[in-house]
């Protein structure tokens, strides 16, 4: 039987995948890198078979690569066959993309080409490829070679964005939250583009747009096919003005599905990717693994099994595939921490004392508490140890 190689396990995302290949009776090897010894969740999963830290590849991409192989051909060695790779976070996506054809001689493993990555990665470059599909975008307001932010005519709602978040986020260690500003007033804009531009010059200023925040998710093929395609709305998110999902809702979104499937077969996508909206607006891909993907899981859609499945030869039109891609439409799931930060933030600006209460009596009577699995706690009891370690 293949066994799998989960990189970045410390990375939430990574727990579905490790439950979801584990009670299948698959062998599914942690795997993170030195720097976040003990620290990497994943590992601590009953699921995991076993664990091992390679070294960070911003360090040295060599020894990342020789050290992932030899994880890799000591399992072929075991088993005859070549062990699927799934990349839970952007930093080993990006080592493995720039070792590809050294690491697939050992792995099999889904992953775009640079080209299809920057592409999406290029805020400035989706607004034209929008354009040429149909795709609304929000206006861009800096296109102009010559443009001065002293001199900008502020009027109303502005977003500050970078134009390549993704590479400024992980060499930066800039968090989601930390990529991008709503301002409100000129003095506000000129602080904010200054502070950011102090990271990089490449910033983007968009209109604000309005509307419920979508994201529809998929799993592309080596040929550019969707494997399995999941859509969500955002119920509540931290912080407010636009961060990652805290409480979210499986939803069947098929005017965006085709939006979605339209971009990325453009650019002959493979791999995970999510393609985020807010109201009828595309916002922006993020082309790795999302925040929520533990509610495609729950919810029904289990992409690491159809993942794993696709390297044993894949029918799309097999039964048991198109049982694996179906999800229960309306099912939610949140995050207990972050959601608790977005419920009293809501409350600081609507000031609702109603709302308030609703949203904190509910908590526990609809929908799941994130990725927690009574049968599989560890996970949870070693993050809880590491944030006290952390104050202490």
């Given amino acids: 039987m293949k066994e799998v190689v989960v990189i970045e396990t410390y990375y939430k995302m990574s727990l579905p995948i490790i439950r979801s290949l584990g009670k299948r009776g698959i062998k599914v090897h942690a795997v993170d890198f030195k720097f976040r010894e003990n620290k990497s969740q994943g590992m601590y999963s009953k699921y995991t078979s076993s664990k091992a830290y390679v070294s960070d590849p911003s360090v040295s991409i060599s020894d990342f690569s020789d050290e992932l192989i030899k994880i890799g051909k000591k399992i072929f060695d075991i088993t005859g066959e070549k062990p699927v790779l799934i990349m839970a976070g952007a930093r080993s996506l990006k080592a493995v993309r720039s070792q590809r054809d050294k690491i697939s001689t050992v792995f099999d493993f889904l992953i775009s080409d640079i080209d299809a990555h920057n592409a999406l990665e290029d805020k ?43 590479n400024i986020g992980v060499n930066k260690g800039l968090k989601p939250s930390d990529r991008y500003k709503i301002v409100e007033s000129k003095t506000e804009l000129i602080s904010e583009y200054k502070k950011m531009a102090q990271n990089s010059d490449k910033l983007l200023l ?69 393609v985020e909206f807010k109201g009828e607006h595309l916002i922006e891909v993020n082309p790795r693994l999302w925040g929520s993907f533990a509610l495609s899981y729950y919810a029904g859609c289990d992409m690491p099994y159809i993942y794993y499945k696709y390297f044993l030869g894949f029918n799309n039109n097999d039964p048991e595939i198109q049982e694996l891609k179906n999800y229960k439409d309306g099912y939610r799931l949140r995050f207990l921490r972050s959601d608790l930060k977005a419920i009293f933030a809501y409350f600081s600006q609507n000031k609702s004392v109603e709302n308030f209460l609703k949203s904190i009596l509910k908590i526990f009577d609809s929908g799941k508490i994130g990725d927690i699995e009574l049968s599989d706690l560890s996970p949870l009891i070693n993050a809880i140890k590491i944030k006290f370690t952390r104050k202490g």
């Fill in 124 to 166: 400035r470059g989706l607004d034209k490829i929008s354009k040429e599909l149909g795709i609304k975008y929000p206006k861009v307001l800096n296109n102009d070679k010559d443009f001065d932010i002293e001199s900008f005519d502020f009027t109303g709602k502005v977003v500050v964005k970078y134009e390549n978040s993704e």
């Fill in 206 to 274: 968009q209109e604000y747009v309005t509307g419920s925040a979508y994201g529809v998710s998929v799993l592309f093929s080596n040929e550019s096919e969707p494997l399995a395609i999941f859509c969500h709305k955002r119920l509540r998110e931290y912080p407010i003005t636009g961060g990652p999902s805290t409480y979210c809702q499986a939803v069947n979104l098929p005017d965006k599905i085709n939006y979605a499937i339209k971009l990325l077969k453009s650019l002959n996508w493979v791999g995970f990717a999510m």
